[in-house]
């Protein structure tokens, strides 16, 4: 930028350095003695005791995100969140986050801080710092990030610990982000109230449960636990394949709130199929074992977001939905969820 | 796939989870007990004693190669080098990568697969392993990649502590890879020898100096490194700024061997402009403190890339370089880097 120019507005009136500066001073850190942060060839800090955990994730505008629905501090927020679930779903508590970025260089500089103000709110209330990433020129908006979390020894949740007769539990209501995302495609409501400002949250800025999964993981019930990414029925599969094990649910046993139903019933879409394959939720799936219920109730008990059960782990293959008038919903005839490659997200 | 179906050639083939668990059985790993590796929400290791160390990088189809010269192994490669260059410049060792990979339904699985076995090609001889990472759809190809690596408590090497006086080393032959991209930028030569072998290695397979970065972190006497890959007068100049510094460089001292003037004088490149403004050679660059130079000497002596003396940093601002025969270059009559978002590189 040549002085006298008006204060930047498009990535390139900054340039690669002076983005990342601002980065720095605006999101970046804290940085506390003995740590190197942004504006290094890479992140220092100390070893956590116990174990470290890592996970990384990337979003490409057009396949994760359309611009026309999301604002940029929406972007950021659910980039964030998406990750500090990965975390969640390790029973990890969240340490740093690392931020690569790919933009047009004619990309406005409100819509770029947007995206990491947008993480810097997500991040607060675990208290997850930013402390290194990447910037690049690109066609379009690509975000990656990898966040770091620590777990005590011995104590990480995984995917493939679950065992024929353990419980099945989620966090707080799945299926929402599919009706916000419902709500959106139909264009953004302006000053949305009741159901549809729920969905639209729980779409739009989901709260990734790091608190959950770190108390779950803590109490010794919890067999195997997954974040909801792809969808209930789908994460849920991931949980069962390692003993090719299959699950009965009960929709009885579901948490389909009354506002739930309505929201389903105005947007004209099937609330079990939103509960079972609606992804995107970032709740936790949790296998429970039956002789530790009570330590899991327990540690239940503190969830900000709660936990309900869904059925249990049975030894026989597939998948099948007790319906609440006593039919079964098997194999083909249920919803099916999300995956990358294979399938457009409808 | 349905049965009956002939080998999976594209990633459609496969679908999200089938090539992940491919990645897994052929690149992942080796997991240790107690850690998990690819297939859970995270990667999970054991904390190293003293710090870790954590970088990540993004690679955009267009931006970072293109594919016209790429071989897959060779972008592969190149992308887990630039990461570990990253290692390298804060004297971090290697302990494991993630790898976020955006690319369209219908890429080749043979060019998905190339790019994972170049990375892991490039991992060896480090050890460095693949622990995790994401995959997703877009319409470009871009990967993300992220390493973990670990220094001894209080000997990482950062960018700011060089001090005026301090001597100026760096490892290799900068401005080689420049000389691939303009040999490559003609047309990929076919079984290439001599100087043109060189040339592309150095541009398509570098070779990350991460021994060379722990040897000099830990003797003590180097107060600031940074790797090559905007350019060694850019890359200098972040080593400069904190303290409003300069440098003086003598092209004498600088190594330009007989082969690189001859690959520069056949590709009409000026020679001292690749070696000074080059870009993504991967090689360090070191300050070191004068009366701590026969402990660097000594290490030096283990660097399989060797170490050669350039200049040293002054008070005075500003670079200047005093040429062989006697003139200086100083300010706009420098060769200039590579800066993402304000300028194309050339």
């Known amino acids: 930028m040549k002085r006298g120019d008006p204060a930047p507005r498009i990535l390139r009136d900054l340039g690669e350095f002076g983005f990342i500066e601002r980065v720095r001073r605006r999101f970046g850190g804290p940085v506390r003695p003995g740590e190197i942060g942004i504006g290094d060839d890479g992140a220092v800090l100390p070893s956590p005791r116990g174990k470290v955990v890592l996970s990384t994730d990337l979003l490409v505008e057009g396949t994760h995100f359309?611009?026309?629905?999301?604002?940029?501090?929406?972007?950021g927020w659910r980039a964030l969140s998406a990750n500090l679930s990965d975390l969640a779903a390790m029973g990890a508590s969240p340490v740093c986050y690392l931020v690569a970025l790919a933009a047009p260089p004619g990309a406005p500089?409100?819509?770029?801080?947007?995206?990491?103000?947008?993480?810097?709110r997500a991040a607060r209330p675990s208290g997850i710092r930013l402390m290194g990433g990447d910037t690049c020129r690109g066609e379009k908006v690509v975000l990656s990030l990898t966040v770091m979390g620590k777990v005590s020894a011995g104590k990480a949740a995984t995917r493939d610990g679950a065992r024929p007769g353990?419980?099945?539990?989620v966090t707080?209501?799945?299926g929402w982000s599919r009706l916000g995302l419902r709500l959106l495609s139909g264009?953004?409501?302006r000053n949305p109230s009741g159901w549809r400002r729920e969905a639209m949250r729980r779409h739009l800025t989901p709260v990734a449960r790091w608190k959950e999964g770190a108390a779950a993981a803590k109490c010794g019930a919890v067999s195997a636990m997954i974040d909801l990414s792809d969808g209930l029925l789908q994460d849920l599969s991931h949980l069962l394949a390692p003993g090719r094990m299959g699950a009965v649910l009960d929709?009885?046993?579901?948490?389909?709130?009354?506002?739930?139903?309505?929201a389903a019933a105005e947007l004209k879409e099937d609330p079990l199929a939103a509960f079972l394959a609606g992804g995107e939720d970032y709740e936790l799936l949790m296998a429970v074992r039956p002789h530790r219920y009570h330590a899991?109730?327990?540690?239940?008990?503190?969830?900000?977001a709660g936990a309900f059960p869904i059925g249990v782990v049975t030894r026989r293959g597939g998948?099948?939905?007790?319906?609440a008038d006593g039919s079964w919903m098997t194999g083909a005839g249920l919803p099916r969820g999300f995956s990358h490659f294979t399938r457009r997200r409808d």
Chains 1, 2 share one sequence.
């Open 109 to 120: 500089l409100r819509f770029l801080e947007g995206v990491f103000r947008g993480m810097a």
């Open 187 to 189: 264009g953004r409501p």
């Open 172 to 174: 707080g209501e799945p």
């Open 166 to 169: 353990d419980l099945l539990f």
């Open 251 to 262: 929709e009885k046993a579901f948490r389909l709130s009354a506002r739930f139903r309505k």
């Open 296 to 304: 899991f109730r327990n540690a239940a008990r503190t969830f900000p």
């Open 319 to 323: 998948v099948r939905v007790r319906r």
């Open 66 to 75: 359309d611009l026309r629905y999301f604002r940029p501090e929406e972007l």
